[in-house]
């Protein structure tokens, strides 16, 4: 492994207007014409869109796989920015995206309302909304009311909000105490219980396996608000950030059928026929080789005197068995059957690993 080169490749691609088209090798060809197509219609980056079709794959499917190689385990919960100019089609492009989510996120509260409305005829205790799909602009109090009220409900949870600054940075800071991002790296890892007890809550919340995905924009030029002070914590290692490309072989007239492609995988990805699983991998050593690999940038990067990126580094390779995970269960769905058996050598070494 050539570190130097990687490192003033990852040096250059930063400071480019435009970075090159993420490969999409592997993908289901549906998928492959979906996001050429939206791309193509909103004139956004392909990048763009396939970050988000990413993204709301791994959060639609939630607790419903577990991604396991020897004693590590991951789900497919993604903290995604997408980052480029100003008004560039960032927030377009994901709410085009975000429609199937959003219709299930309709049908499900309009039933929420039904059931609300009839316990309060019958002078009943008014039931939780325990199977929201898509919270928007909370408090964190908030926020920490929604995650404990869908415990039990194994689909995913996922936070939207087409400015991120709103959540993390800039003037707002909504969630930046230190605390609050403790809880959000909790959140993150998905496998460890979320403990919050504060004065402004009614009662303590105990979640043994929370899940959150974040989807949200943010203009290039800003980033660095968005992790300002979260130097040393982790958090900014968690992200997956989708860079803004050149047009490429977009799709630009509208078929009805690409777009119907992407409702039916969001139906099965939500769909109470999609059982809980264990996906594993179809070759572990590989994975073993990837993390010696990251091992080695990281010693470089101690050796540079960048303790901070090298401490980042490592997280690398637990994204790509999430990525691993979320193509391989993309690929699946999008041909109409729910994921299960061995995430495929080529997914890790094609898809995930080129990718990140």
Not at 29 to 51: D, E, H, M, S
Not at 101 to 113: D, F, M, P, Q, V
Not at 132 to 145: A, P
Not at 216 to 228: A, C, T
Request: charged fraction near 25%.
């Amino acid at each position: 492994m050539d570190i130097n080169s990687i490192l003033e490749h990852a040096d250059e691609t930063y400071y480019k207007k435009y970075i090159e088209e993420v490969p999409m090798d592997g993908i289901n060809p549906r998928i492959i014409k979906y996001v050429r197509q939206t791309a193509g219609i909103l004139r956004v980056p392909t990048n763009y869109v396939f970050g988000e079709v990413t993204t709301l794959t791994g959060s639609a499917i939630g607790r419903k796989i577990t991604i396991m190689d020897g004693a590590k385990k991951n789900r497919g919960n993604l903290y995604s920015a997408i980052v480029g100019g100003a008004s560039d089609g960032k927030s377009p492009s994901i709410n085009y995206a975000m429609k199937p989510l959003n219709r299930w996120e309709n049908e499900r509260y309009e039933k929420y309302s039904r059931q609300r409305h009839a316990a309060k005829l019958a002078d009943e205790q008014l039931p939780p909304y325990s199977d929201q799909l898509i919270v928007s602009n909370e408090t964190i109090e908030n926020l920490y009311r929604v995650i404990n009220n869908v415990k039990s409900c194994n689909d995913g949870l996922l936070m939207h909000q087409d400015e991120l600054l709103n959540f993390f940075g800039g003037n707002s800071k909504k969630y930046s105490d230190g605390n609050i991002i403790s809880d959000f790296l909790t959140l993150f890892d998905s496998f460890s219980p979320l403990r919050v007890g504060r004065v402004t809550l009614e009662e303590r919340i105990n979640v043994p396996e929370p899940f959150l995905s974040i989807l949200g924009g943010i203009q290039k030029k800003r980033v660095d608000e968005l992790f300002l002070g979260q130097d040393h914590n982790g958090f900014f290692s968690r992200w997956q950030f989708w860079l803004g490309n050149p047009e490429s072989n977009l799709i630009t007239d509208q078929d009805e059928k690409i777009d119907q492609h992407w409702e039916d995988l969001i139906e099965r990805a939500v769909s109470p026929d999609f059982n809980v699983t264990v996906l594993r991998f179809e070759n572990e050593k590989m994975l073993n080789e990837i993390d010696d690999g990251y091992r080695c940038i990281r010693d470089h990067l101690v050796d540079l005197g960048e303790d901070n990126l090298a401490e980042t580094i490592m997280k690398q390779s637990y994204i790509i068995r999430r990525l691993s995970g979320i193509f391989h269960c993309l690929n699946a769905l999008a041909d109409g059957y729910i994921p299960n058996g061995l995430i495929k050598e080529e997914t890790v070494e094609v898809d995930a690993v080129k990718l990140n």
